[in-house]
């Protein structure tokens, strides 16, 4: 059968990155949503009965505790894809806040559709998988730096894992898109924000990174990884 050939060749390449991008634009039925800097783009505990694409902009995942502070759990990017844990649980409700921390373009699928497409082409079951591995990997290497590392070494792991996922070459230099203050850069990596000023300091007079007006261009990639945990990925 047709969907069985597919299968068999997704499988025969099982360790390439899914490409969500021809699949959204075949099956998604909407028009992209337009989310504003700052906006929330969905709530813990939400069912929204959908899956969300990151066409453009960039969203921060994360959880509100108790005594109102944020412990954040993911940076996504273009191409990124949000509510798969609400789509395979039982309970269907999203566990955590998105919000926009740029203009964000988002297209949706139904869960519904999403499941009858699943149905009929198995081959995207392989990127599903792949989305969960990303999120497990990326949460065991976090929080081995909370156990192990200092905020430094935190800070150069995060621009590290920014850098593969995000970075555009630029004149030898690395470059990333996304308008970073210190207080968001200390809720990614668990610190407070006079401990990132002071070693986001460190780097740059290292010559490990320039920070100008919120742009973080990395100058040596190389030795921002060796005080990171990530190892050196092809970047984009």
Not at 165 to 178: A, D, M
């Amino acid at each position: 059968m047709e969907e069985n050939k597919n299968l068999r060749e997704r499988l025969s390449k099982i360790w390439e990155d899914p490409n969500f991008i021809p699949f959204f634009k075949q099956f998604a039925k909407r028009s992209p949503l337009l989310i504003k800097k700052g906006n929330i783009i969905f709530y813990e505990g939400d069912e929204p009965n959908k899956l969300y694409f990151i066409k453009s902009g960039f969203v921060k995942l994360y959880h509100l505790s108790e005594d109102g502070k944020d412990t954040v759990i993911y940076l996504y990017g273009p191409g990124g894809i949000l509510g798969i844990r609400a789509l395979t649980s039982l309970d269907q409700c999203l566990k955590h806040n998105a919000l926009a921390i740029t203009d964000v373009e988002i297209v949706t699928v139904s869960r519904k559709d999403y499941l009858d497409i699943l149905c009929n082409y198995p081959e995207y079951l392989i990127d599903l998988l792949h989305v969960f591995i990303k999120r497990l990997n990326y949460t065991e290497r976090k929080l081995e730096g909370f156990i192990t590392t200092d905020a430094k070494t935190r800070i150069a792991s995060f621009f590290s894992d920014c850098s593969a996922r995000f970075g555009r070459k630029n004149n030898g230099f690395i470059t990333l898109p996304i308008p970073f203050t210190h207080q968001l850069i200390s809720e990614f990596v668990g610190s407070a924000r006079e401990t990132v000023t002071g070693a986001m300091k460190e780097l740059e007079k290292e010559g490990i990174l320039k920070i100008e007006k919120g742009k973080i261009t990395v100058l040596n990639l190389k030795k921002l990884y060796n005080y990171s945990s990530i190892q050196t990925k092809t970047l984009r």
